[in-house]
């Protein structure tokens, strides 16, 4: 009897030992308790701000071409470099077009000696009244022809009709140029221009001299006061963008709104008597034009950190009960570390701002470790 209690008493232990270990398992296959962190969907007063995206264009250029011959003897300019209104670009050889302004006066007088002549044989009736015409016809072509070369002999030096920067010069000293030749083109940074497209339903707050803050992705933190300068009448043909828009799309219902922003950003060097630019505006730039609404708006909002994103929708996990549940929402612009709500949600309801990347539709949570910012 004592051998068949002590085979009796080994098994079982053995039955409990296995059913402990099965237990252990079991425990370890269970997945983990769920910790979240929640905040509560709530209604605020918000000053809202509009934001257009544009790029910075050159405020005026000039492309020039020649209006005369000959050969450039002088060249006063350099690429890149600085001219002012009235500075002298260049000077051509003037040997052509004087040898050539000779020969055009010396055309004029015979054509009016002739002129005088026919006209003393008509009184005398020994021509006719035709030729007679012809005679004059041919002085005032050679005025039209006096005049033109005249004309090029004064644009032997070339001077700049703006002040500006060389940024073409296709010439060098030595060429010989003819007229339609392209010489330099000045380009005026003084300013620059920064095209943006705006919603028509926003085209009653934006107004030709109104002053709004300018920021380039150059310079962070930097504001450029800027004018509107120009509101366009057409819509649908502007190149800037606005909101999230695709850069360079044409948009129909957006109207092209043109802010001119000074390059005028100085500061005085301690050691030199003259002001260095400290911000330069380049053509070309990535422009951020920020628009404060007048009117406060109650709206919806939420932390940031709780938008989910999944492919091309935007959602957010809500607790309901003790599960959570994905939900899609449309969102607006940000309000600080939040963004306001649109569509999809309601005040009070409780959305995840923090927690388990693995989080899922349906997901039971405990409400114990619930953590309620709010």
Do not use: C
């Not at 366009?232 to 963008?241: H, W």
């Not at 932390?303 to 935007?314: I, K």
């Amino acid at each position: 009897m004592s051998i068949v209690a002590v085979l009796f008493g080994i098994g079982f232990w053995l039955a409990h030992n296995q059913q402990t270990q099965q237990a252990q398992v079991q425990a370890a296959a269970r997945p983990l308790p769920v910790t979240v962190a929640v905040e509560p969907v709530v209604r605020q007063s918000l000053t809202t701000q509009t934001e257009y995206i544009g790029q910075s264009t050159f405020w005026r250029e000039v492309p020039m071409t020649a209006t005369t011959q000959g050969i450039v003897r002088e060249l006063y300019v350099r690429l890149n470099g600085p001219v002012r209104v009235g500075q002298s670009l260049l000077k051509v050889d003037t040997d052509v077009n004087e040898a050539s302004l000779a020969l055009a006066e010396a055309t004029l007088a015979k054509a009016r000696q002739d002129l005088i002549r026919y006209e003393t044989l008509q009184r005398e009736n020994n021509v006719s009244g035709t030729e007679v015409e012809n005679a004059r016809l041919q002085v005032r072509n050679a005025e039209f022809g006096l005049t033109s070369i005249r004309k090029q002999v004064s644009d032997a030096l070339i001077k700049a009709p703006i002040g500006g920067t060389i940024t073409e010069k296709p010439i060098e000293r030595g060429m010989y140029i003819a007229p339609g030749t392209p010489l330099v083109t000045i380009t005026d940074v003084s300013a620059v221009k920064v095209t943006i497209s705006v919603p028509e339903t926003e085209l009653t707050v934006w107004s030709t001299g109104q002053v709004v803050p300018v920021e380039f992705e150059a310079y962070p933190g930097v504001l450029f006061p800027g004018m509107v300068h120009h509101i366009g009448l057409k819509g649908g043909d502007s190149n800037a963008t606005a909101g999230t828009s695709v850069p360079g799309t044409s948009v129909p219902g957006r109207f092209p709104v043109e802010i001119r922003v000074a390059n005028t950003r100085l500061r005085q060097h301690p050691l030199r008597q003259y002001p260095l630019r400290q911000h330069p505006l380049r053509v070309g730039m990535t422009a951020h034009v920020r628009r404060k609404n007048s009117l406060a708006v109650s709206a919806l909002t939420i932390p940031r950190a709780a938008l989910v994103q999944t492919g091309d929708t935007t959602a957010v996990y809500v607790l309901q009960g003790q599960r959570v549940h994905l939900r899609p929402i449309q969102t607006g612009e940000q309000a600080g570390i939040n963004v306001i709500v649109r569509q999809g949600l309601q005040a009070g309801e409780q959305v995840v701002v923090s927690g388990p990347s693995g989080l899922r539709d349906g997901l039971s949570v405990s409400r114990k470790q619930l953590t309620v910012i709010r």
